[in-house]
């Protein structure tokens, strides 16, 4: 979709701050704030219709938050079969997501819905910032951390869902992750002050850290044994529990990571893993790290982990990933 998006004219316009390429849109409105916007939709990843709901809405603010915004308003938007499903199914997603927004007070002001052959869900976004005070994709420095807000794993989880391979347990422990909000970890790197972010999803980890140091000209180095993974994703990833979303991460990013050579295929799969709803990827200056964390810590977030640093850039391989 990228490619297909670069190929397309750019539309010229001077409120437009930022534009394709990055989490969200920000148009510049008066002196001092704008807003931000972005649309996300998916299919199930989870048995349960209401949990869906609340994992869609959660995955579609996320690229505001990640930008350091603040979401307004949202406009649902959803596919449904409805000859072959009751709509009390629709009704229990729907559910979900407005009661993801109610912890955040944003409410839904409209949506669209059409009829599909399976149900999909998402948002429409819309919300502000301080026009001065946002973050991109691009602002990555040569020394930066790296810092990870949720663990991996959730794709081949959710995969082992569809495949029956998982327990009812792991299914409420990957949804609780899944439906975490972004909001303190944004609040947490807006108060510090950070150089890039981005929301882990997805492209997997390697994916969207690719687009950081693609879009700021650097690399990073990943060290595996600093990345944060839900335990029972191991044994899964083992088992070939990979989604054509991960193996397609895999096909376009594999020329761009230098791997340790005896770190095994099922790990690798892992870092390609596409998920739903992830973590925030955030680049740091050293001397901010501690400050960070700390940050992060007040703000409950699920993992904190020091997972890498950016480095120069090397054309070849954009990406190291070390044992």
């Known amino acids: ?87 009390s199914i629709m009704e229990e997603i729907l559910r979900g997501g407005m009661d993801k927004l109610l912890e955040v007070g944003v409410p839904i002001v409209g949506g669209h819905s059409y009829e599909d052959h399976a149900p999909k ?11 001065e005070h946002y973050v991109t994709k691009s602002g990555a420095k040569t020394g930066d951390v790296l810092i990870l807000t949720k663990p991996i794993g959730i794709g081949v989880i959710t995969t082992g ?3 029956q391979l998982t327990t009812p347990q792991l299914e409420e422990g990957v949804l609780r992750i899944m439906t975490t909000l972004n909001n303190g970890a944004s609040e947490a790197m807006m108060k510090v002050g950070v150089n890039a972010c981005t929301d882990v999803t997805g492209f997997g980890l390697l ?71 992830g973590g925030l990827l955030i680049a740091v200056s050293p001397e901010k790290k501690d400050l960070l964390i700390e940050e992060l810590r007040k703000a409950n977030c699920i993992a904190i982990s020091e997972i890498g640093q950016i480095i120069n850039r090397d054309d070849d391989h954009p990406i190291r990933v070390k044992k």
Not at 121 to 131: C, P
Not at 215 to 229: D, G
Not at 247 to 270: A, G
């Open 207 to 277: 994916g969207h850290l690719y687009e950081i140091v693609n879009s700021s000209m650097v690399s990073a180095e990943i060290r595996l044994s600093q990345v944060p993974v839900i335990p029972e994703a191991w044994e899964l990833a083992e088992k070939q529990a990979i989604s054509n979303g991960t193996r397609n991460n895999q096909r376009i990013l594999r020329e761009k990571v230098e791997w340790d050579q005896d770190i095994p295929d099922s790990t690798r799969w892992l870092l390609y893993d596409a998920q739903t709803s």
């Open 121 to 131: 869900y998402g948002m429409a976004v819309t919300g502000y910032l301080d026009r």
């Open 161 to 163: 869902i569809d495949l």
């Open 1 to 87: 979709m990228a490619q297909v998006l670069r190929s397309m004219p750019d539309h010229q316009d001077e409120t437009i701050l930022i534009g394709r390429g990055d989490d969200a849109a920000i148009i510049r409105m008066g002196d001092r704030k704008s807003i931000v916007q972005t649309i996300d939709y998916i299919s199930p990843v989870v048995n349960d219709p209401y949990g869906f709901g609340q994992v869609a809405a959660a995955n579609a603010l996320s690229d505001i938050y990640a930008m350091g915004g603040t979401p307004a308003f949202v406009l649902n938007i959803i596919g449904f079969p409805v000859n072959t499903l009751p709509l």
